[in-house]
């Protein structure tokens, strides 16, 4: 029983593409994260959905666009991908707590590779 | 601008031995702070938390500790055991930013047989 699952582990695409990442969470969680971790290693937070709410959007270029379809799913597209965008995408989730602290889970990340 | 930083990007350690892995931070506004472990193709997976009101938290082997003034916290490991090796993030929070986490980049532990 994986808490947060992605789908799908490894993606490999060309240029120009666009592509999809799905991720799911059965801690009935109610928080929803996109991390990329690039090539030096940084965890950085992409986007942040709340009960379906964006409440965190990074400096992404608008080729990234998460949907929340409910508050188990937090999906990631990519349109038009490029070279730069090849790194590991990690969904997280959390229960939000107001001002109080909250810990977030991570689901096994998917691996991006652009050709 | 990295506001959390970790300054070891590796350390390896006998088993049996104390690991301290270190972390430093420059947003005075952070009041939540975590170790998370990774290992290869996996996702971290949180180990141990501390909040701003406190100086010390312990979970097992595992100790985490906090010096406010000097921006640092520390995570302590002992007795350290070969399945610790792996790469162990430091994260922090607050409550202004939506609690989002900044990580800092991570310290490979190796602890050797």
């Known amino acids: 029983d994986t808490a947060v699952s992605q789908t799908p582990k490894y993606l490999v695409t060309q240029m120009g593409n666009d592509k999809s990442i799905k991720c799911e969470q059965n801690l009935g969680h109610d928080t929803m994260y996109w991390y990329k971790q690039d090539s030096k290693k940084f965890l950085k937070i992409m986007f942040s959905y709340n009960n379906k709410e964006l409440i965190i959007n990074e400096t992404v270029p608008n080729r990234f666009s998460p949907k929340s379809p409910d508050k188990a799913h937090l999906n990631l597209h990519i349109n038009s991908l490029e070279l730069g965008d090849s790194a590991v995408y990690f969904c997280?989730?959390?229960?939000?707590?107001?001002?109080?602290?909250?810990?977030?889970?991570f689901g096994p990340g998917t691996r991006l590779l652009v050709l | 601008d990295q506001q959390v930083k970790q300054n070891s990007p590796s350390l390896s350690v006998q088993e049996g031995r104390i690991s301290i892995l270190n972390c430093d931070y420059t947003n005075s506004m952070f009041d939540y702070f975590l170790w998370y472990k990774k290992y290869p193709a996996e996702g971290p997976t949180f180990l141990i938390s501390i909040s701003s009101i406190k100086d010390k938290n312990e979970d097992g082997r595992f100790t985490v500790f906090l010096n406010k003034s000097a921006k640092h916290l520390s995570l302590h490991i002992v007795p350290s055991q070969p399945g610790d090796s792996a790469v162990y993030f430091c994260a922090a929070s607050y409550s202004g930013s939506a609690r989002q986490l900044t990580f800092g980049s991570g310290t490979q532990l190796t602890v050797l047989p």
């Open positions: 997280a989730s959390s229960q939000f707590r107001g001002l109080a602290p909250e810990t977030q889970y």
